[in-house]
């Protein structure tokens, strides 16, 4: 849609918007009087007065149409959002509001009589509550934003389908011209509409279950180089990688079918070097055979082979798109798998706090669409992550539970009908040395990948597994133990590592590796109690 | 080999005090304690066999280590381990798992390969002691 004219103090200027491009004005009546049309009084069924302005052809503002509703109390089974907006200087916050409101829900951008075939008011998305974001607007470097909520009733939407739930939601409304950006930064998904969702094929529970691993993090590595080796040499790096302690490794986002390495190929030498390393552990151990393809034919024959092979986990990237990612849920509930997902391509959309949709809201969508693994950021390693933000996507991603907790994001009560967990995946730039924070900062459900501070360990890659399974084995024992982690992690690791040489190595290694750098997405909350 | 199930298998075995820590960070959660052995640590056997019933709503540790002990003695050349149940909702399932006795020797498993079509195969384990009769796969006592 377009949005002609200039902004002041509403989306459309009216009489402007009237005016073609030769500034002739058009011939059909403009919406300026107030009308009402008296209805007989015999009908009871209709109200007495009708909003005949409302309806006249033409442009009006979102607000008088209905979108904007502050004394709109939402009912429980409503799916709420909250956006942050930033107008267009000029844009009334009010009118935005109610436009981001109209705009994902019936609106266009003129009157149309059709609405009166419809219970429209119904359908009508409504924007019940606008607050000025704190640090922003006059005074400050940052043009003045919003946090706005709006309520959309269920009938909106089709039962257990993301595609049409964020074809709802961000499908039309990010590129509206009179916003100058615009992000969801959170979504009450309502009980009613979770229970129509299959949810996590396996969940946490299920997965510590069959893979017989409890009370610690599970470890994984992603394969490096991620392009190049053959699937005999990648094997090997599987194999040595399992061998010496680590639960999972894992194909890299990337890694699909390329020249020099077909898909069958990896799939055959990755699984010898899984069932390799459980004979020679007895454990049950894991590789993420990244079944993403150019469509879901393909997939589907992919993942069939995984589990010939008798895999227990198979991966895909977020940009395969959610249809896809819900179908590849079914296919794995069916089928006893575990479903990793890697979140390929989020930060486009997710890093800037401005504009796009924050990822503890696709975190949401992912655990409604139902992944067994998600990467959910690592606070200490080289991705962003905020430890409040990041706390509100494990949370997210695990409790049955998250209250409205602001300084983490979480902007509504979110009951997650038991739904089952999520595991989050840690990815990114950590190593042993960061054990300490890492169980602090993201507790004991969490795949923790260790990529580089497992295949650039300096006495090989086994080596450097076994290193990260010691410090992780030693650092939960110590928290058990009552010690304190935080401030004795260092120590705590010193020690575990005088019966362990690879992890003296390791410690060594990568003893001054931090990426201490500002995060872009943090959280701006109104510390004001909330009023609905 | 060395089995390497359980929560704390790449450490050092556990010392009498160790171990206590751990029942007494259970203890401390509400978690169920219970132990069981096995003379099959195939990764698939989830059913070891259980030595008396969980212990619900115990606040005393050394009660646990007196089970362990006397799954210990009565199992001598058995793997033993202790495992925590957590009964909230939402769980419902064992938090911590951690092996608490293994056989002197650990003679580890053997890899089964079929051929499959293509270049595939099926893989299966066999635990070599399994080989043996239930009772005298693990000769030797650890204890």
Not at chain 1, 287 to 313: C, D, P, Q, W
Not at chain 1, 398 to 427: I, N, Y
Request: aromatic share 10%.
């Amino acid at each position: 849609m377009t949005s002609p004219g200039r902004h002041k103090g509403s989306l459309w200027n009216t009489r402007e918007n009237l005016i073609g491009t030769d500034n002739r004005p058009f011939t059909f009546s403009l919406p300026m009087k107030q009308d009402t049309v008296e209805l007989p009084a015999s009908d009871r069924t209709r109200p007495a007065k009708l909003p005949y302005d409302r309806y006249r052809s033409g442009v009006i503002p979102y607000r008088s149409m209905g979108y904007w509703q502050p004394d709109y109390v939402p009912a429980e089974t409503d799916v709420l959002t909250l956006f942050r907006i930033t107008p267009q200087e000029g844009v009334d916050p009010e009118e935005a509001a109610a436009a981001v409101a109209g705009e994902s829900s019936t609106a266009t951008w003129t009157v149309v009589w059709t609405d009166r075939l419809t219970a429209c008011e119904r359908y009508r998305a409504k924007a019940y509550r606008v607050d000025p974001v704190a640090g922003t607007g006059p005074g400050t470097s940052t043009p003045q934003q919003y946090f706005a909520r709006i309520a959309y009733d269920l009938a909106l939407f089709e039962e257990g389908s993301i595609a049409n739930l964020t074809a709802s939601i961000i499908g039309n409304v990010f590129g509206f011209k009179a916003l100058r950006a615009l992000r969801l930064e959170d979504m009450r998904l309502p009980v009613a509409y979770l229970k129509t969702f299959q949810g996590p094929p396996s969940g946490i529970v299920i997965e510590r279950e069959r893979l017989d691993k409890f009370g610690r993090p599970l470890l994984g590595a992603t394969v490096k180089p991620k392009l190049g080796l053959s699937g005999k040499n990648y094997g090997r790096v599987v194999y040595e990688a399992l061998l010496g302690g680590l639960d999972f490794v894992k194909d890299d986002e990337n890694i699909n079918s390329q020249p020099f390495m077909h898909w069958r190929d990896r799939f055959l030498f990755a699984m010898e070097a899984v069932n390799r390393a459980c004979a020679d552990t007895g454990e049950v151990k894991g590789h993420y055979l990244n079944v993403t393809a150019g469509t879901m034919e393909n997939m589907y024959e992919r993942a069939e082979f995984a589990k010939e092979l008798g895999s227990v986990i198979v991966m895909i990237d977020l940009v395969v798109g959610y249809t896809a990612i819900q179908s590849m849920s079914r296919w794995a509930r069916k089928n006893d798998m575990l479903l990793h997902l890697h979140r390929a391509g989020h930060s486009t959309y997710t890093r800037q706090k401005t504009h796009g949709v924050s990822f503890r809201v696709i975190a949401k969508w992912m655990r409604a669409a139902g992944v067994d693994h998600i990467h959910a950021g690592t606070v200490v390693g080289k991705l962003e992550g905020d430890p409040n933000i990041i706390r509100g996507i494990y949370d997210t991603l695990r409790e049955p539970f998250t209250p409205e907790r602001l300084p983490e994001g979480l902007f509504f009560d979110q009951d997650w009908a038991d739904l089952r967990k999520v595991m989050p995946v840690a990815s990114g730039g950590i190593h042993a040395g960061q054990m300490h924070q890492l169980l602090s900062y993201l507790g004991e459900d969490v795949v923790l990948q260790f990529g580089g501070g497992t295949i650039g360990h300096p006495m090989g890659i086994r080596a450097g597994a076994t290193a990260n399974r010691v410090a992780l084995e030693a650092m939960v024992l110590a928290r058990n133990e009552g010690r304190d982690i935080w401030n004795e992690g260092p120590r705590i690791l010193q020690e575990a590592a005088r019966h362990c040489a690879p992890l003296e190595a390791a410690l060594e290694t990568w003893k001054d590796v931090t990426f201490d750098y500002l995060s872009t997405d943090t959280v701006d909350f109104v510390a004001t109690p909330t009023a609905c | 080999m060395r089995i390497t199930q359980g929560t704390f298998s790449f450490l050092p075995d556990l010392s009498e005090e160790q171990i206590r820590r751990q029942v007494d960070y259970a203890l401390g959660r509400r978690w169920a304690v219970s132990v069981e052995s096995t003379d099959d640590p195939h990764p698939r056997n989830v059913y070891w066999d259980m030595w008396d019933m969980p212990a619900f709503d115990l606040d005393d540790p050394d009660v646990v280590m007196q089970t362990v002990n006397a799954c210990r003695r009565a199992h001598p050349d058995r793997y033993v381990k202790l495992n925590a149940f957590d009964p909230t909702s939402g769980w419902e399932t064992v938090r911590l798992s951690f092996i608490v006795q293994r056989p002197k020797d650990e003679p580890g498993f053997c890899l089964m390969r079929l051929e499959g079509p293509g270049r595939s195969q099926r893989y299966g384990l066999r635990g070599y002691a399994a080989e043996r009769p239930a009772g005298q796969r693990y000769p030797g006592s650890a204890w």
